[in-house]
């Protein structure tokens, strides 16, 4: 507003023309910090989700920006939010690849006790609490999808008959693994996956039970039959519930 009223013409109005230029001028700032937040707004949640999964976004607003836009309170909230999300992250990068007791045990060590800065230790405390039960929930629901997205397990392509075979060999390990790691039952395919296999079973039935002098089972996906060594083929379907 200054630009307007320390200027020699805007002294000259009377007063009811001054009452007009700054409501003008207000509508106009009004106007132009709703359509900043508008682009803000995508920007701060695509901030929110980088940190909170570890990730630097690509663009992190700056605590000016947000009270600029969204006004001291709400700008001032949003900016200690976006500082909680890259504590939670950090505490997510830290817990994702330990085993629960090890979780636990840091948990344990974490936990504050009355004295100076207590409510800030407290806070580290919730949110490393509360990055253990995410990653926890995101690996019980689906083990081997959680493991995939970490980079721990290989994808399958059940469409490739030439690598489907090897690909199923080297999951049979990975699910092994993952399964200590993350303290969860045995599993072998992601919830996708396994509805995408049963289905290829189905169809291919009875033919997969065809146990060859090689010592192998045969798997007949859409065409054609592969051969998996019989104690991989075990362990796979152990591993499947079958």
């Known amino acids: 507003m200054a630009a307007i009223t320390d200027t020699p013409y805007f002294h000259q109005l ?18 132009q910090r709703q359509a900043s937040r508008v682009v803000l707004d995508g920007v701060v949640n695509d901030a929110s989700a980088a ?23 709400q700008g001032g909230q949003l900016y200690t939010q976006l500082q909680n999300d890259e504590a939670f992250g950090n505490n997510v990068k830290l817990v994702k690849n330990i085993p629960p007791a090890q979780q636990q045990q840091l948990l344990e060590q974490a936990k504050p006790e009355t004295g100076p800065n207590y409510a800030e230790r407290l806070k580290n405390y919730e ?5 253990i039960s995410a990653v926890n929930s995101a690996g019980n629901a689906d083990p081997v999808a959680f493991g995939i997205k970490e980079g721990a397990v290989g994808q399958i392509d059940f469409t490739d008959l030439n690598s489907l075979q090897s690909s199923m060999q080297a999951r049979a390990v990975q699910a092994g693994r993952i399964s ?15 509805k995408q296999f049963s ?26 039959c592969i051969d998996v060594p019989r104690p991989s083929w075990e362990r796979i379907t152990r591993l499947m519930g079958h």
């Open 199 to 224: 289905t290829m079973l189905s169809q291919s039935a009875p033919r997969r039970c065809a146990y060859s002098s090689t010592g192998s089972w045969a798997i007949p996906p859409a065409a054609g």
């Open 14 to 31: 009377s007063p009811q023309d001054q009452s007009s230029a700054l409501s003008g001028m207000a509508e106009i700032l009004n106007k």
């Open 180 to 194: 200590q790691q993350y303290g969860t039952p045995p599993t072998l395919l992601t919830k996708a996956e396994a």
């Open 127 to 131: 949110q490393l609490q509360s990055a």
């Open 51 to 73: 940190l909170r999964n570890g990730q630097q976004p690509q663009v992190m607003p700056s605590r000016n920006q947000l009270i600029s836009t969204y006004g001291l309170v």
